[in-house]
């Protein structure tokens, strides 16, 4: 499960797009953040994605990733010319290939590679979707199958691309859009593939083009309703509308940070056996098997795209850091994976994380004030040195990192101080004990 936000210029503070995303994987499926090159290949080249192996493009941009350690792909990013993309799972009644081909993370991860606008990345994807299909297992310790819906934005436009097998269908976009694992367009599109209605006619999911809803039409029953797609997207779409005009980075951080709508404060994830949040925590039952295990929110400015990436998991928990593509990663340890690793920012996050569930409202607390003090400093001032040289916003990336893992650091020896007011519910207790063993996880 997953929440994708954009803002079109026009609909933010300073008429610069923003773009957002929380990407929800299994809690140890850990994250990264990768910095790749532009590059070039003689003619002939191939490359090898997640299950396949397809043409190589003679150059490929630089690109901004933030993705499941596994996967070739990414589930967002962004790419030098300012192209931000985030992909959702949306689970429909086409069959789903199982044999594998691209994922939707690996289309994603091409589209940036390969698109200099929003609209030209569209292109490269759907032209890839239409050769080689999509498939292939998503999920890393479960077995998980399903199609893939796309925000594209770029400093001037955006587009929603959503499909189901090869059948699919794009709209441009203005002022504000969410998507959260359900197809959102009905049946007003500006593209489609030539048979997307003509194939919900004959196999009777509509009576013809005048009857057609892509969503209704298209969309599996259970997972799309037990997944709270819709709920979200619509929390999502009047957070966005509400901040027209004055939307900030900020403002998309606060979004993906979003639990239940006027949660109360003692609310806390160890409740329920259903309930997806925009921040999402993985707990028992069929519909909760997934956190939000990284979150990137974007300003997409024509000249100088400044990103703020989380790296960690739970974005309540979780600090946004900036970062250019063209200033290097700071020393984050070795490539996560799927065991704790007490060397990497993932897995160091991770004992905070988890310690804070033990009491989420009293632990969360502790560390609140101080998170968001510190990035409102960090957006300050990454925005007020956007135009200077890559040396010297290296320096300051290299410091808010640093300054990030040290307040974690004490805010995990101090919620490791307040002492649970209770105790959680036992399911909710043995699912997380599953988790611990299975990533090798020291003990609280």
Known sequence: MCDTLTISASASADHIA?????????????HGIVLLPAADFAPGSRVRCTYIEIDQARH????????????WGAEMGVNEHGVAIGNEAVFTKEPYAKAGGLLGMDLLRLGLERGATAREALEVMIDLLEQHGQGGNCGFAHTLYY????LIADPHEAWVWETAGRHWAARQVQGVYAISNAITLGNQFDLASPDLVANAVRRGWCKDAGDFDFGRCY????????SASRARCALNTQTLRGQTGRATPLSLMAALRQHEPDAPAHWSPAQGLLGSTVCMHAGPGPARGSQTTGSLAAYLHPDRPTL???????????????????TPLPDLGPAPAGRYDSQTLFWRHERLHRAVLADYPARSAVLMAERDALEQEFVAGALALAGQPANQRAEF?????????????RWLAQVSATPPRGRNGLLYRRVWAGFDRAAGMPAA
Do not use: M
């Open 18 to 30: 923003l773009f957002a995303k929380n990407s929800d994987r299994e809690p140890n499926e850990a």
């Open 60 to 71: 490929t941009f630089s690109v901004a990733l933030a993705k499941p350690f596994w996967i």
């Open 397 to 409: 990336v290299a410091d808010c990192f640093r300054r990030a893992d040290e307040a974690e650091a």
């Open 308 to 326: 703020f990436v989380t790296g960690t998991a739970a974005p309540c928990t979780s600090i946004f850091k900036p970062l250019w593509l063209d």
């Open 147 to 150: 199609h893939n819906s796309f």
């Open 219 to 226: 969309s599996d029953f259970l997972y799309t309703r037990f």
